[in-house]
């Protein structure tokens, strides 16, 4: 790629990018990059300063941060970054080719929601190549996900300056990662705008202030036919995860039963509808999923500290003593932004404000290390889940006041925050961009196996543990999800010993190839300890093979193959049969029949409490209707209990 003429960026090509560090993006970019990242610090505080809000002036600032801080690798890297969004392609391509899921090729086809979205809105629009979509994909989503943060915000009795300051955060704080091409970028999306809607118009009302006023500002005026129309718009963004989404639903429950809890949420029979279409979802759709992995979906529940220390401490175990300093930034910012929500909760407390919903967003998401590791990214799916609540309060550390109070002293505050946020973002986000980044010659290296996948054909990759590290650092999986197979192998210390990884090409089978990747063995080496001139070492030791050639060669990519194919046919592609895979028994019947009639049940009592007015005829409707759903409750319940127990 041509290096960029855009003068924060001027001169930075493939080149530049090949030389970053152990601290990533950050240790090639040019000065003029970083006294930006600066000035926007500084042109936001200014923003804070007048007596009143310069809504323009705010939403400018605002705006170039998320834009400035997220598009980086959109401009600069010649390829869409990060190889799951390269496999996430492959699994609208099946879905578009074949019109069906196939969950015993992935456990992800049980929730098959956003692949089969995205593939009906790109057939109707004509679109057959999404690879610009994955490039600009993080930069939208992260300025979608700012309108229902501001909504989220006119039920926080606060500052102008608070709720902006808030938002603002927010962009500092998205460095998780998770905003690529994926279900869970989405679903995160629909999770914010069900918080917003949930807390602004869903309130409990008249609250009536004793001690402390409640820091929730007063419900807006909604009329019953305009309830009736929100309490559907929650019910569609809840069902709308079910199945799109592993996690996601879990926590819009667990905020919505919080909420019902500490009395700020009057949809008290919601919670045991959601928690029906959840266990509907799973205990009959994804039953190929935690049929075979029963013990990997259940055996975490209560290893709470097995699952952070998974999640923490076990990611930043070997590795360069650089790229560790990536690894130490995550965790000192999100105790740092932590440790300024609690601040914020205790500052507001001695002003006179009592908060409940704030501190349910932001510490309810914890509860997911009670559930499992979640392949080791609950911490970063928890910090995740918690920063809507946990910046919001976090800003009140600042401006803890609804008035205007010493604005100087709490301007500067912000500001100062504000420069340490900016720059861990730079760390933080982009330190894993030597290996995250994809290159051209791995693309071509892929092409080059999809051109030759007839009738299948098995691709061998370099892993530092074939058994747990099961994700390559590289474009996989774009195509013919069904013909490629992907099988991790033992990458040597010594680079010089490669008779295993030859001995497992042979034992691949014909029509199988060894790729050889820069993004995977700059991983090996920043993240497994891998000494650095491994890479150019085991491709010298494997061109001294005399039974390999090289099939594919780039810069950036090898793919090698025997030159006598092992005996044997090639297999032919087995992808299983198409979901949803639901075996039915006289209770599984029973259970999907009663279940249908529970979830009726249950959204028509919901309706009725949002709509009918308050009396004892309406109270008696719902008592009435509650009595009758508990046997439907019961048999569902049962079904699901033999489900799992027969069939796992």
């Not at 190929?288 to 097995?306: A, K, N, Q, T």
């Not at 340490?420 to 995250?436: D, K, Q, S, T, Y």
């Amino acid at each position: 790629r041509r290096p960029s003429s855009w003068l924060p960026l001027r001169g930075l090509d493939d080149a530049g990018l090949d030389r970053m560090g152990g601290l990533g993006l950050v240790s090639v970019l040019p000065a003029a990059t970083l006294l930006g990242a600066a000035l926007l610090v500084a042109a936001f505080a200014a923003a804070l300063w007048p007596a009143a809000p310069r809504r323009p002036l705010l939403t400018a600032v605002l705006l170039l941060t998320v834009v400035s801080l997220h598009a980086l690798p959109a401009v600069l890297e010649a390829e869409p970054r990060f190889a799951t969004a390269w496999q996430h392609l492959g699994f609208i391509e099946h879905i578009d080719r074949t019109g069906t899921a196939v969950p015993d090729l992935d456990a992800r086809w049980s929730w098959p929601g956003f692949f089969a979205a995205v593939a009906f809105a790109a057939r109707a629009c004509g679109v057959t190549d999404l690879t610009e979509l994955l490039r600009w994909w993080p930069t939208v989503i992260q300025l979608l996900y700012l309108a229902p943060l501001f909504l989220l915000l006119r039920a926080v009795r606060a500052s102008w300056r608070a709720k902006w300051t808030a938002v603002w955060l927010f962009a500092l704080c998205g460095w998780v990662g998770q905003d690529y091409f994926s279900p869970q970028g989405f679903t995160y999306l629909l999770y914010l705008a069900f918080a917003a809607v949930l807390l602004v118009w869903f309130r409990e009302p008249r609250v009536l202030p004793g001690k402390r006023r409640p820091g929730e500002a007063e419900p807006p005026a909604a009329g019953r036919a305009d309830r009736a129309v929100l309490l559907l718009v929650l019910i569609v963004l809840f069902a709308a995860t079910v199945p799109t989404h592993q996690l996601t639903p879990f926590v819009m429950l667990g905020v919505l039963t919080a909420l019902v809890l500490v009395g700020r949420s009057w949809l008290r029979g919601l919670p045991l509808l959601f928690a029906a279409m959840v266990a509907v979802w799973i205990g009959f759709f994804a039953e190929p999923y935690w049929s075979g992995h029963f013990d990997e979906l259940f055996g975490g529940v209560g290893g709470i500290g097995g699952n952070v220390s998974s999640s923490v401490s076990g990611r930043i175990e070997g590795g360069s003593e650089t790229h560790k300093l990536v690894l130490y930034t995550r965790v000192a910012l999100a105790g740092s932004v932590l440790g300024l929500a609690c601040l914020g909760w205790w500052r507001r407390r001695r002003a006179g404000y009592g908060e409940r919903s704030l501190l349910v967003l932001a510490f309810v998401p914890f509860l997911g290390f009670g559930m499992q590791s979640y392949g080791g990214e609950m911490a970063l799916r928890v910090f995740l889940f918690a920063l809507p609540g946990a910046c919001a309060l976090a800003a009140l550390a600042v401006f803890p006041r609804v008035g205007s109070g010493r604005r100087a002293p709490a301007v500067l505050a912000a500001a100062l925050a504000g420069l340490v946020f900016m720059g861990g973002f730079l760390v933080a986000r982009w330190g894993n961009e030597p290996f995250e980044r994809v290159r051209t010659g791995e693309v071509a290296a892929m092409e080059y196996v999809y051109a030759h996948d007839e009738p299948t054909v098995r691709v061998l990759w370099m892993s530092d543990d074939p058994v747990e590290n099961v994700t390559p650092a590289m474009p996989w999986g774009a195509r013919d999800m069904e013909r490629v197979g992907y099988l991790p192998t033992l990458a040597p210390r010594d680079a010089a010993r490669v008779g295993p990884v030859v001995e497992a090409l042979e034992n691949a089978g014909p029509n199988s190839y060894l790729m050889v990747g820069r993004g995977q063995s700059v991983y090996l080496h920043m993240d497994a300890g891998y000494a650095p001139d491994w890479e150019p070492s085991l491709l010298r030791a494997l061109d001294g093979r005399p039974e390999l050639r090289r099939a594919f060669s780039d810069d950036h990519a090898v793919l090698y193959e025997l030159r006598e194919q092992p005996p044997g046919a090639v297999p032919e592609p087995e992808p299983g049969r198409p979901g949803p895979q639901v075996t039915w028994t006289p209770w599984s019947v029973y259970g999907a029949i009663s279940a249908g009639v529970l979830m009726l049940l249950l959204a028509a009592r919901e309706l009725l409490r949002v709509t009918a007015p308050p009396g004892v005829r309406a109270l008696a409707w719902l008592q009435g209707t509650l009595w009758f759903a508990l046997p439907l409750m019961a048999v569902t319940l049962a079904s699901l209990v033999h489900r799992f127990w027969t069939m796992s």
